[in-house]
């Protein structure tokens, strides 16, 4: 983890691998969603360690142990002792999402990702890994990329969030990068390419896309497991001379 925090600051990336959840709780100060959802997702941190503590055995476990039955009772007895429409576990969030204004009330525990792919059925956005591993979730928040997976939609409060769907208006061209995506081949299965594209248009804007070194550097939060890794450096190449002419 050390060394994947040294290469994200190296890379100016302080958003696109988030901080701890310390640190990123001084962004909300304005606000208390955060607050609120870090205090539900502390307990369930607690909870867990409990179980972790009770259970002896750190092996594989091959079937469900006393501290495992222990835990599911609790969190069923809490779930249950939250009713739907708790107030105190629904939160509502106010995000610019694609141009559009929208009004969400939502459980502060969601990730952002959850939200845009359940509840806004923006299923461009994909989920690979669920644990900032892979960037195949990667949005931009107000302009920047973030991995969707471990941002917290109530950290959307206020902000302004850009899909995939989003990157070019409705029947109009394609994003400059999208097109060179096509133009370079730089896609196999194209599960990751959405991903792909979203962290390559904030290479270019950043400033990371002066070499192919650079390029590398930058995208290398984002994994293709077809290894289309030659067309993708291509294709930014291709693209960051178009944006910068737009
Ligand atoms: S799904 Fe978010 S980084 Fe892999
Ligand atoms: S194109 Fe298949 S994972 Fe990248």
Redesign the pocket.
Known sequence: MQGRVARAFDAGWSLRQPAPFGARARVADSSDLLARALAILNEEVKLWQARRTADAWSGPILTESKADRKFKVARKAKAQSESPGDPAHIVSVRATVNGAVLSLSLDPRSSL?DVLREQLALTGTK???????????TVHLDGRSV????TLAVQADGRRVTTIEGLSPPGGALHPMQQAFIDYDALQCGYCTPGQIMAAVTCVSEGHATSPEQIRKYMSSNICRCGAYVGIVAAIQDAASKMHGA
């Open positions: 990702l989920k690979g890994c669920d644990h900032g591993q892979c960037g195949a979730c991995v969707s997976c471990l």
